[in-house]
């Protein structure tokens, strides 16, 4: 049987019919939901995306004294007025003040963008001079043999070209030669040499350096590349070890301090010599090729330097006391290690080797015993030292920790303890030559000599190590050198 339905009819309100009153809601609807979706987003957190960006590079910013990062880098930042500090280190900066509006239409969606750029503010020869010695501090650091591939190494090179290409500054031409000349002797991966090529690339594209000095700097890339190449390859390289007889005569160092002992030491006489010797023709074989190198007169200790000379060291110098450790810390002369399980005396005679001191530490031993006696006093050279192992070379690898002094040149050149000396670390100083190569304080040092740890087989007098001018090891200790 069907059933009637009444249809449903809505009523008017307040005087409107549904179709006029239906049509309001809906309207008002929309424009809430509009509101909320496009318009209140934007006014609760308007701004803009600020990419900032320098010529120099890379820079610092900082917006309103808050840390942004380094350029190219992009902020959100709200709107009003607001000041861009640009900086490199602490050695030039410059302020930009930029405006940001007020947007507020679907920011969420389509976000407004603004761009804010210095000026190249190293705008005098002086500060572009500053800014590439303080880049190639950085290629050193940067070179450490322990950073392997999975640390990503800042394209540095480049950085400098792009920087070099924007800062239009007159007679910068001969330094930044010399930035490539040295930092290309720091170049330990085939990443870094890419950076290289490319930045050399991006020079020669603007003529930045002359025709001449770009055709020496591929020339050394060339090389490089070859010696970071993976293909194998049978070549070596360097020159035989001097094996002739070199002659000695013992001598000693009067110390002027009450307590302190003569030093015992042997003199060389002027000569030439090779130092290193036949080596594969890849890195980090070369750090030992041998070359032609020439030593003037000088005096070496029989012996190393013992705790009871540190302990009289010490204790005219307070400041290297272990008792000042976080002042020696805080000031970046030694590391946590300074001195570690050791307690110098001068209570107790105790002739063993000094250890766990700095390359900082032994120079500022040397350089108290120079003021003492009145006589210059250094710690070796790598040439000076290995001319001396040269001279002992018949004598045994020291084993043990304890070595005694004898009539027949120094002791203990090889095994003990590795030996500080005065050079600093050239990755491929010998291939490419040290002439005319920046030094700089974050470059490692060299070791000599190996210690009683290591395998004799394995460590000879054209052994090259490497430590942080800072750091402190067990197996390390340092003998001194003089002249008259």
């Known amino acids: 049987m069907p059933v009637n339905i009444d249809p449903v009819r809505l009523k008017p309100l307040l005087g409107m019919q549904p179709g006029v ?50 350029t190219p880098v992009t902020a959100f930042i709200e709107p009003g007025t607001h000041e861009a500090v640009f900086m490199y280190e602490d050695m030039a900066r410059e302020s ?68 070099a290409v924007d800062s239009d500054i007159s007679g910068i031409q001969d330094e930044l030669f010399q930035f490539y000349s040295s930092a290309f002797a720091f170049i330990t991966s085939q990443e870094m040499l890419s950076d290289a090529n490319a930045s050399l690339s991006l020079v020669n594209e603007r003529e930045i350096l002359s025709d001449s000095h770009v055709g020496r700097l591929e020339s050394t890339l060339a090389s490089v590349g070859k010696l ?19 002659g000695f005569d013992r001598t000693s160092l009067t110390v002027p301090v009450e307590g302190f002992p003569a030093i015992t030491g042997y003199s060389f006489g002027s000569a030439e010599f090779i130092k290193g010797d036949v080596v594969p023709a890849s890195y980090p074989s070369v750090n030992s090729m041998g070359i032609h190198a020439t030593v003037e007169g000088f005096s070496l200790g029989a012996l190393e330097v013992t705790e009871y000379q540190w302990a009289q060291f010490v204790t005219n110098n307070p400041y290297w ?57 250094f710690l070796p050279s790598e040439t000076q030292w290995e001319y001396a192992a040269a001279s002992v070379a018949d004598k045994p690898y020291l084993t043990g920790t304890i070595a005694l002094a004898d009539s027949n040149g120094p002791s203990a050149m090889l095994g003990g303890y590795w ?30 000599g190996g210690s009683y740890l290591n395998d004799p087989a394995k460590i000879g007098r054209t052994t090259v190590g490497v430590l942080s001018r800072d750091e402190c090891a067990e197996t390390t200790g340092f003998r001194i050198a003089w002249t008259d």
Not at 142 to 163: G, N
Not at 360 to 365: G, M, N, S, W
Not at 427 to 438: D, N, Q, S, Y
Not at 441 to 448: C, E, Q, R, T
């Open 96 to 163: 930009v003040e930029f405006k940001v509006s007020h947007p507020v239409f679907l920011t969420w969606l389509f976000p407004r963008r603004q761009h804010v750029a210095s000026s190249s503010f190293l705008d005098t020869d002086s500060a572009f001079r500053n800014y590439l010695t303080s880049m190639y501090g950085q290629v050193v650091a940067w070179s450490e043999p322990s950073l392997d591939d999975r640390y990503h190494r800042p394209p540095l090179f480049m950085q400098v070209a792009e920087t």
């Open 419 to 448: 030996e500080l000396v005065a050079d600093s670390y050239i990755p491929l100083g010998r291939f490419l030559g040290t002439e005319g190569i920046w030094d700089s304080p974050l470059s490692g040092v060299i070791v000599k």
């Open 228 to 246: 970071l190449s993976e293909t194998v390859s049978n070549e070596s390289i360097g020159l035989p070890a001097s094996s002739a007889d070199i």
């Open 21 to 70: 009153y239906l049509t309001i809601l809906y309207a008002v609807v929309s424009v809430v939901v509009i509101f909320l979706v496009a318009f209140l987003p934007g006014i609760l957190h308007s701004g803009k995306r600020v990419t900032f960006s320098s010529p120099v590079n890379p820079s610092v910013v900082e917006v309103d004294g808050h840390y942004i990062g380094s």
């Open 321 to 377: 006391a272990k008792s000042n450790i976080d002042a020696l810390v805080a000031d970046g002369m030694v590391d946590t290690n300074y001195l570690a399980g050791i307690y110098p005396t001068t209570a107790v005679v105790s002739n063993k080797p000094i250890r766990n001191i700095s390359w900082y530490a032994a120079q500022a031993f040397a350089e108290w015993l120079g003021e003492v006696t009145g006589r210059p006093v």
